[in-house]
């Protein structure tokens, strides 16, 4: 392959979730080939690991191009984030404000991490794109989340690696209305109904309720975000809908 074609090839933080899967709808659209990558961190919702493969295996509904697009699917074992201490994402416990201002699902150092371990496998793999769903609009107070910090990362990554990596964060400036619109924007309604029905985003990992936006307890900060998004989206497709009639 050439240095062209290399320079053309990106990798995406995929977890499963909604905002991971707009993002690899989102590189599929741009970049010619894309590899994914998820993290096992003992998570609660670890039950997104398994969804991520139904989106996978269901991208060719969407767009019939996309599967043969596809490049390596990594799954890294991150359980040393759970052996760290507690979290309300990695241990059965409240999910909470605490008085740092930090929600209780705060796990210190996760994008930090993935973003390392990415851009490892991109520095061996070739490739020079990486992709993450920070987002900073509705990112629950993450400090990872912040573009100030994927920037700081980027820059990091490149010096420590000698390398040349553009961190992609498309969802950085969206709310959860304007990721669902982002989704119909790349893949039309098949997108928004395959978001729906498989991707996942409840902390708790329940899948046994479903609601107009998918599976959930639909009361976790998680499935509030999506709930809300999701409502405004529709809202404001209505608005269009009656502004243009
Ligand atoms: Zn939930």
Redesign the pocket.
């Known amino acids: 392959m050439t240095e062209k074609e290399h320079s053309n090839q990106a990798i995406v933080l995929f977890s499963g979730g909604q905002d991971s899967t707009t993002c690899l709808a989102w590189a599929l659209a741009r970049f010619s080939r894309v590899a994914t990558v998820a993290f096992d961190y003992r998570q609660r919702h670890g039950v997104e690991l398994a969804c991520r493969a139904d989106v996978l295996a269901r991208l060719g509904d969407v767009n019939p191009g996309w599967p043969s697009m596809l490049g390596e699917d990594h799954l890294i074992d991150l359980g040393l984030l759970a052996g760290l201490g507690d979290t309300a994402l990695t241990r059965d416990v409240e999910i909470r404000m605490q008085d740092n201002g930090l929600p209780s699902t705060f796990v210190p150092g996760r994008n930090l991490l993935f973003l390392t371990v990415a851009a490892a496998i991109a520095y061996r793999s070739g490739i020079r794109h990486i992709v993450g769903g920070m987002c900073e609009t509705d990112y629950s107070g993450y400090p990872d989340c912040r573009d100030d910090t994927v920037k700081a990362m980027q820059l990091a990554l490149n010096l420590g690696m000698d390398a040349h990596f553009v961190l992609h964060t498309p969802l950085m400036w969206l709310d959860k209305a304007d990721t669902w619109k982002l989704a119909e924007d790349l893949g039309g309604t098949a997108l928004v109904a395959l978001i729906g029905e498989h991707s996942h985003?409840?902390?708790?990992g329940?899948r046994t309720r479903r609601w107009e936006w998918g599976y959930?307890?639909?009361?976790?900060?998680?499935?509030?975000l999506r709930a809300d998004g999701w409502a405004r989206y529709l809202g404001r497709a209505a608005a269009h809908a009656s502004n243009a009639g």
């Open positions: 985003t409840c902390y708790l329940e959930g307890c639909g009361d976790c900060p998680a499935c509030r």
